[in-house]
């Protein structure tokens, strides 16, 4: 099973920023946070991965606390296209495996 | 660049009937793949992974099958379907630990 824990939804006033939180308290010292992102009906998209340093790219940004036991997605400036389930993954015990969980269901509104 | 090609992209099947899912990825050598199910409504849960050639993990007991006859084709297969075989099916490539997954477009799948 996965190892995080999220919100079931959020929402978001467009053009505003969206926060997204997750709890990774069991996460070891060599595994990365994962957030990927599914629009209806796609496939999941990847944002963003991080160690232990906040990182940034043009889609995102990552916050990971100094402890590593929980992280934020931040999207800037969100936009309805930004409305998505939002998956936030630890790769577990350094296997090849990726599970999600049940990810946020984030809504972006006009 | 690396590209995944998953088909088709939607299938109806009738209870009983044979299954066969294609992925293929280009560009890139020796990657680890996946696939995953998605029912209507629910998360995403890891079916098989593989590492390498005949090399698979499966995650799920179900009546679903995996192979990996070449280096970069995955192919999901079952026997006789079940009306609880429906779903959205994915399939995913990454190379090596701590690098990104890539995903196909995805299968529809109603077994009627």
């Known amino acids: 099973d996965a190892k995080t824990t999220q919100p079931p939804s959020m929402d978001c006033a467009e053009g505003r920023a969206a926060n997204l939180p997750c709890n990774h308290s069991t996460i070891s010292g060599n595994e990365y946070v994962y957030w990927y992102r599914q629009i209806h009906s796609q496939g999941p998209q990847y944002i963003i991965h991080g160690l232990k340093n906040n990182e940034t790219n043009e889609m995102a940004s990552l916050i990971i606390t100094e402890d590593r036991k929980s992280s934020t997605l931040i999207l800037p400036h969100a936009t309805l296209r930004d409305t998505a389930v939002y998956y936030c993954?630890?790769?577990?015990?350094?296997?090849?495996?990726?599970?999600f969980g049940k990810g946020t269901k984030l809504t972006v509104n006009p | 660049s690396q590209t995944i090609h998953q088909w088709p992209a939607t299938l109806v099947q009738p209870v009983g009937s044979p299954l066969s899912l294609e992925c293929t990825v280009e560009g890139t050598s020796n990657p680890n793949l996946y696939w995953y199910r998605q029912a209507a409504g629910r998360g995403l849960q890891l079916l098989f992974y593989?590492?390498?050639?005949?090399?698979i993990s499966s995650e799920v007991p179900q009546n679903l099958s995996a192979s990996r006859p070449q280096d970069r084709q995955f192919i999901l297969s079952s026997k006789k379907l079940l009306l609880s075989d429906s779903g959205f099916y994915l399939c995913?490539?990454?190379?090596?630990?701590?690098?990104?997954?890539?995903f196909g477009q995805g299968t529809r799948l109603t077994v009627v």
């Open positions: 995913a490539w990454s190379l090596q630990l701590n690098t990104e997954a890539f």
């Open positions: 993954i630890v790769r577990q015990g350094g296997s090849e495996k990726l599970v």
């Open positions: 593989s590492i390498g050639i005949d090399q």
